[in-house]
């Protein structure tokens, strides 16, 4: 399912202007019930400002009017903020000199946490090129000495709806079918 922008600030606006149940903000937010409960209670959210789906243009009014009257009706994301988030670049992305050296930190993660991920899925979510995947994984790399696995969302190379895509995407192995 594709999740709004800024799931946690459209969580914390939900909360304080809807009366909709944890479970359904959880589902539209990508939340568990209980974070959404903490969110309600004022452990989790302090400091996050809520964000207005229905100013944004994620929901409509009469969906969550719906969804208030009927516990078991689910929220749904507007037909043109699904294509605004699922958009993806084209091209080639621009990366700033001073993330260049992250990439091959953001390729050793992918290569650690899905080692079934092929050469051109990661060359495709992290702009780098094959030669550069084959030198990590083949610990060539010419910096290979300093290259700590780190999350290549964290590090701003690709978003979590773009990852998340790509792990979807990841074709199964011999061995995990067999298992």
Known sequence: MTLPLMPKATAVWLVENTALTFEQIGDFCGMHPLEVQGIADGEVSSGIRGND??????LSRENIEECEKDPDKRL????SAKQYIMQKTKGSRYTPVARRQDK???????????PSMSDGQIAKLVGTTKNTIAAVR??????SSNIRPRDP??????TQTHL??????????????QA
Do not use: F, M, R
């Open 104 to 114: 091959p930190d953001a390729i050793a993660w992918l290569v650690k946490n899905y």
């Open 164 to 177: 998340d895509g790509a792990v979807a995407s990841i074709k199964p192995t011999e061995e995990a079918k």
């Open 138 to 143: 083949g610990k060539s790399h010419w910096n």
């Open 153 to 158: 969302v964290l590090l701003g190379l690709c």
């Open 76 to 79: 749904e994301l507007l037909g």
């Open 53 to 58: 789906p229905i100013a944004s243009g994620q």
